[in-house]
């Protein structure tokens, strides 16, 4: 039996209608709200949990070079105001779930009188009678041994020149033909076991400072660049911390750093990797803690 071929009409289909309508416009008030919601993530995350920090200045070498990046935890010792980013609350001594930093801890304070991110070391906590002579720290009593150790050979560069008047007679040029600052290190060690280098090459009045007990609810700091630190010895007239500070004006503990740039980068990115100074990435600053040592009494 032959096919026969089906001969019903197959309907045309309809060209598709144009819609009437406008493409939608960007919709600025969403756009605008996802902006200020993460704008607000960051603010809350640097305010309660880390926030990375930038070294300008010498005070803290030679464990701290300026142009090292670094992380600083917000929440070892508790909240205050000075916890927000920007420092933007009023200053109060109110703390929540407060906690005491370690000796030796380096931490980020700031002074009396301007809302500036300081950062320096604890040498000696609440209760602590501390007095400096000669350049060494005397607490409670009993000076905190300080051991002489090779110096340093720290590598001049745009941001650490090792300029004649804080650093006198200590630039030469190397072997290699590269200019170098010959640093004097000791190593300074704590009644916990913290121990950690510092810088003191010279006399100045900051070596000596009277002894003053420690109130509740402050700490002594000091910077590791002993004649270059306006910290806790400091006048706050010469932009110093002006003795023992509340322990609610301190945001935060020094944990790692993560790059250092050594000053010749430029906005150009090629020149950024050649500025790294590699053998500084992922630092830890947490002191070493010698085992063994007795606690202050």
């Known amino acids: 039996m032959n096919d026969v071929p089906d001969s019903t009409p197959i309907p045309e289909e309809k060209p598709a209608e144009r819609s009437t309508e406008e493409p939608e416009g960007t919709n600025w008030l969403a756009e605008l709200r996802g902006l200020l919601l993460m ?7 640097h305010s309660f949990v880390a926030k990375p920090f930038y070294i300008p200045s010498i005070s803290m070498m030679p464990n701290l070079l300026v142009g090292d990046q670094l992380v600083v935890s917000k929440y070892p010792y508790g909240w205050s105001w000075v916890s ?33 991110d300081y950062i320096k070391r604890v040498v000696a906590l609440p209760g602590d009678r501390i007095a400096v002579v000669n350049g060494q720290i005397i607490l409670n009593g009993k000076p905190v041994p300080q051991v002489a150790e090779a110096p340093l050979e720290l590598p001049v560069d745009p941001n650490q020149p090792c300029d004649p008047d804080d650093f ?32 003191d090459h ?21 910077g590791d660049n002993r004649d270059h630190s306006a910290d806790s010895r400091a006048p706050i007239i010469e932009k110093g911390l002006g003795g023992p500070v509340p322990l609610a004006d301190i945001g935060g503990r020094a944990e790692f750093i993560t790059y250092s740039l050594n000053g010749t980068e430029t906005w150009n990115p090629l020149t950024w990797y050649g500025a790294l100074r590699g053998n500084r990435a992922s630092l830890r600053l947490r002191p070493m803690i010698l085992k063994g040592t007795a606690a202050i009494p």
Do not use: W
């Open 168 to 199: 006198p007679g200590l630039r030469y040029r190397a072997a290699d033909g590269k200019q170098v600052c010959e640093l004097p290190i000791f190593r300074e060690t704590l009644p916990n076991g913290a121990t950690y280098r510092i810088i």
């Open 84 to 116: 927000a980013s920007m420092h933007f609350l009023p200053r109060s001594k109110t703390r929540i779930l407060p906690a005491t930093p370690a000796y030796g801890d380096i931490v980020i304070v700031v002074p009396p009188d301007r809302d500036e």
């Open 39 to 45: 704008l607000l993530a960051v603010i809350g995350f």
């Open 202 to 222: 010279k006399q100045q009045p900051l070596d000596n400072y009277p002894e003053t007990r420690v109130p509740q609810g402050y700490a002594f700091l000091m």
